[in-house]
């Protein structure tokens, strides 16, 4: 095992990427003592750590699609979720909770599916990357990346050229179908959820219990600033 992670480690190459503050939200989440408010871009608090949970500023289709019109403006992206004392709420920019969800304003989602481009593939217990064309063809020798990590996950966003989480050597990191390390191996988990699509960024652990944001540089975002 050891052998074949040198050989893949030797084969990666680094990715330098910029990323500017446009592309990114412009609150994020942080979490002090087990309470989530939010952060702006340099670090300054504007919404005081609160919440049980709080998400990014991103649509909910259940209130854009409500049977109660009034309340479908709460459903754009210039709202978060954000949970208190059990009672789930819609807040906006400056941290006022402007809407408190109730059951019968939930309507249903119709989202589209983007099928991706590329899957993981398991080989001898190794993770590697391979087309979905080279699938519907059965050409499954074919691989854009060579099975040698020990787990891949595909995160949703640009499905040409899609963000992949990675583990190698029980470390996890971010690679793209070039085989490029986008964030190095050194974090405990990264999370399998919609924050890449969302917001440009990766929710990440280096304990496996303590989660913060970082973006495809590897700065990470807390009250003190971005480091």
């Given at each position: 095992?050891?052998k074949i992670f040198t050989l893949c480690i030797a084969s990666?190459?680094?990715?330098?990427?910029?990323?500017?503050?446009?592309?990114?939200?412009?609150?994020?989440?942080?979490?002090?003592?087990?309470?989530?408010?939010?952060?702006?871009?340099?670090?300054?608090?504007?919404?005081?750590?609160?919440?049980?949970?709080?998400?990014?500023?991103?649509?909910?289709?259940?209130?854009?699609?409500?049977?109660?019109?009034?309340?479908?403006?709460?459903?754009?992206?210039?709202?978060?979720?954000?949970?208190?004392?059990?009672?789930?709420?819609?807040?906006?920019?400056?941290?006022?909770?402007?809407?408190?969800?109730?059951?019968?304003?939930?309507?249903?989602?119709?989202?589209?599916?983007?099928?991706?481009?590329?899957?993981?593939?398991?080989?001898?217990?190794?993770?590697?990357?391979?087309?979905?064309?080279?699938?519907?063809?059965?050409?499954?020798?074919?691989?854009?990346?060579?099975?040698?990590?020990?787990?891949?996950?595909?995160?949703?966003?640009?499905?040409?050229?899609?963000?992949?989480?990675?583990?190698?050597?029980?470390?996890?990191?971010?690679?793209?179908?070039?085989?490029?390390?986008?964030?190095?191996?050194?974090?405990?988990?990264i999370k399998t959820n919609l924050s890449w699509k969302t917001?440009?960024?990766?929710?990440?652990?280096?304990?496996?219990?303590?989660?913060?944001?970082?973006?495809?540089?590897?700065?990470?975002?807390?009250?003190?600033?971005?480091?």
């Amino acid at each position: 095992m050891k052998k074949i992670f040198t050989l893949c480690i030797a084969s990666i190459s680094i990715a330098a990427y910029s990323q500017t503050p446009d592309e990114l939200p412009e609150l994020i989440p942080v979490t002090i003592n087990q309470k989530t408010g939010y952060i702006d871009q340099k670090g300054n608090t504007i919404v005081k750590p609160e919440y049980n949970i709080a998400m990014l500023f991103s649509e909910d289709c259940h209130l854009l699609n409500s049977p109660n019109e009034n309340v479908r403006i709460f459903g754009t992206s210039d709202y978060a979720t954000a949970e208190k004392n059990m009672i789930v709420y819609r807040i906006n920019k400056l941290g006022e909770r402007v809407y408190q969800y109730k059951s019968e304003d939930k309507g249903k989602c119709t989202l589209q599916y983007e099928p991706q481009q590329y899957n993981a593939f398991v080989v001898n217990g190794f993770y590697g990357l391979i087309s979905k064309k080279s699938i519907d063809d059965k050409k499954y020798d074919n691989f854009v990346i060579s099975p040698a990590y020990q787990s891949l996950y595909i995160l949703d966003g640009d499905t040409d050229d899609p963000m992949i989480i990675a583990v190698l050597d029980d470390k996890f990191g971010i690679i793209n179908k070039k085989n490029e390390v986008i964030i190095p191996f050194i974090y405990e988990d990264i999370k399998t959820n919609l924050s890449w699509k969302t917001a440009h960024l990766f929710e990440v652990s280096t304990n496996g219990k303590d989660y913060f944001y970082i973006n495809k540089n590897n700065h990470s975002y807390n009250i003190s600033g971005i480091k």
